[in-house]
């Protein structure tokens, strides 16, 4: 059972409308899955903006995603998705 839950931003959604072949958006969001069974372990960079909100970056396959960990209503943000 997931701790989390993920939502994502409309760049996010517009990217992986943009990806071709279903399997490759099946690895995308399965990623995302496991991404809410422990936010912080699979994050491999972090900044913080000026109000203290802290944000997580990790490759995964050829993609960059940002994401922000709201703990409050345990859900990871998915907030923008790149080719890396």
Excluded: C
């Amino acid at each position: 059972m997931r701790d989390f839950s993920w939502s994502a931003s409309q760049q996010v959604v517009e990217r992986l409308l943009q990806v071709r072949g279903s399997v490759q958006r099946q690895k995308l969001t399965d990623f995302f899955d496991r991404l809410t069974l422990d936010p912080l372990s699979l994050s491999e960079e972090h900044f913080t903006d000026e109000e203290g909100n802290i944000y997580h970056l990790v490759v995964f396959d050829r993609w960059l995603v940002t994401y922000h960990i709201d703990d409050a209503v345990k859900q990871v943000n998915l907030l923008a998705l790149e080719l890396s």
